[in-house]
Structure formats: C-alpha cells, structure tokens
C-alpha cells in the first residue's frame, strides 16, 4: 500500500508521519509538501496521482491563517481552500485512489452548538463569520464524501479534530490558539523576570483540548478499518477551564511570578466541548492527560525556542505543507 500524505511537514502531518512510517512502513508513505505540488492546480494535483500512484491520500494540505488573516483575506481562503477539497476529490476518484482521508476543523461546527457538539449539529447553523471563508470551504469535505460515494462508489473518510495543540504548533502571537500563546507569554515571561502575567478574561470558559500525537495515532484505524462519509470527531471530551490551563501551563514552564486575569477582555464561547461518543464506539480514544500533553509541547518549545526557524514565532499567511 502506498500513502500519500499532503501537508506532510505541517502541524499535524509532523505528528502525523512517523505514525503512519511505524504502522505501514517508511517505504510505503510519502509525504508532500507545497514545493513538490501546487495541489490548487488540477494539473498538478493530476500529476503528483500519476506518478505516486497512491492507494491511499491522507489530504492535510490547507490554506491556514489567523483570525486577522481570515477576516482580511477571507476570499482567499474561501476559493484556496475549497479548490484544495474538490480538485482532489475530484481527481483521487479518477485516478484510482482507494481512499481518501481528510481531517477539518471543529471551528466549521455552527457558531452557537450546544456543548457536547455532536456530529449531528453540523449543518445546525452558520460558524463563526470571523472564519467562516475557510471554515465553510473545508465543510465542502462532508458533502463531497457523501457525493463521490454515491455516484462512484469513492471511499473517503472526513475527520474533525478538535482543540489540538503540541509540537510543531504555531506559537506566533497573532495566529496562535490559546495552548501555544500561553505557553510563549509565560515562558517570554519567565526569562525576562516579569513578575506579573495578564491573562484575557475571567478564567471560567471550558474548552476541549487535544494533544496532536493522539489525534495522529487513530489515522491507522480509519485507513483500515473505517469506511464510511459520517464524520467523527477527534477529541479528548474532557471539559477544561481557562483558569486550570493557565494554572498548568505555568506550573510546566516553572513561572513563579502573579497571574492577572483582565475581565474587561473577552473570552468567547463559555463552553465548547466534543462529543465523542462515536469515536469511542469504535474502539478509539485520546488518552494523553492535558498536563502530560502541555509537559511535552513546553520542553519541545523551551528546546527549540532560540534555533531560527525551529519554532513559528512570527505570523504568516501560508499553505501548510
């Protein structure tokens, strides 16, 4: 079997490709980056199938930014993003492709789900407007998985991960989540000797965080045993408040100093949490405990913090591959 990984040298392809190297063998997978194909061209994306001739294409490739980003350039990602989905779609069930694996993310669930956010909300209403240009492009996924399927009998598999965050993240201010950004701002902190760090909001809002490495480790299964256009999220389901998180993250950073919560800031959606109940029907789970996740992810970065270029600290609008 030969796997075609796109994205491969991404956040989550990183994780994502000694995993699929251990359980199938580093000679049968292949990752791509955008400086091998441009997959927005259907001749390329025409080519990269031709000459790899993958059995199996797990798709990561996606037009990532900010929120900044998103709201500036929102047609951008809207067009980029929804050409990435349906060329290769497209193409994959013309040239053969066994299966086609296809990770989204859970900002395409509606802006006002109600926690536990169950597959079944999806189409419940509209995402977040901020970044809904991109958010709705990868929903595109979930209605080309039942399409293909339908008409050409095209095996694919759409994955919704949730909150993650690990190695390999993007830590810069502008376009990071709140696991790499607090992580940055308490250890910039700790070697500049501030004794004081502020923090947005009121510390009582819940997320679902998950760590990358689980999220990588369940491919395996839904490239051999899954095959089927319901969706399934990826996530830990474990509710964690703002206030635990920044608790923890110092404690992993050995920050000693004040911790200030500005209340006059906003902190989004109070509770946003994944249901997992259908990811563990099929024998998954994601077992890393947050505190043993953020260990992980703070030695990576305290480790590579001063190599140029080892650790994204400063904001681009980029393809991630």
């Not at 990770?103 to 169950?118: D, F, H, K, Q, V």
């Amino acid at each position: 079997m030969r796997i075609v990984v796109t994205g491969a040298t991404g956040f989550l392809g990183r994780h994502l490709m000694p995993v699929l190297e251990a359980e199938f063998g580093a000679e049968c997978v292949v990752g791509l980056s955008r400086s091998d194909f441009d997959l927005e061209d259907r001749s390329q994306v025409q080519a990269m199938l031709r000459q790899l001739k993958p059995q199996v294409v797990v798709h990561l490739a996606a037009y990532v930014g900010g929120i900044g980003a998103n709201r500036r350039w929102g047609a951008d990602f809207l067009f980029r993003n929804a050409m990435l989905t349906v060329l290769m779609f497209e193409e994959a069930c013309r040239h053969g492709v066994k299966k086609l694996v296809y990770p989204m993310g859970g900002c395409s669930y509606p802006a006002r789900a109600t926690s536990p956010i169950g597959e079944d909300q999806m189409w419940d209403g509209f995402p977040q407007p901020e970044s809904a240009p991109y958010s709705v492009a990868k929903k595109l996924a979930l209605v080309a998985s039942e399409a293909y399927r339908q008409q050409h009998g095209f095996s694919s598999v759409v994955l919704i991960p949730g909150n993650m965050y690990g190695e390999y993240d993007n830590f810069a201010y502008e376009e990071s989540h709140v696991v790499p950004a607090l992580i940055r701002r308490f250890y910039e902190a700790k070697l500049r000797g501030k004794k004081e760090v502020v923090v947005w909001g009121t510390g009582k809002a819940q997320r679902d965080f998950v760590y990358a490495g689980d999220v990588a480790r369940v491919f395996p299964f839904f490239i051999k045993h899954y095959d089927s256009s319901q969706p399934v999220n990826i996530s830990s389901g474990r509710a964690t408040t703002i206030a635990q998180l920044v608790q923890i993250v110092a404690r992993c950073v050995g920050y000693e100093g004040r911790i200030v919560w500005d209340t006059s800031k906003p902190e989004g959606q109070m509770v946003k949490i994944f249901d997992t109940t259908r990811m563990r029907r099929l024998g998954l789970q994601c077992p890393t405990g947050l505190e043993e996740g953020i260990r992980r992810t703070v030695e990576w970065f305290v480790a590579n913090y001063h190599r140029p270029g080892a650790v994204r600290l400063e904001p681009s609008r980029r393809l991630a591959a």
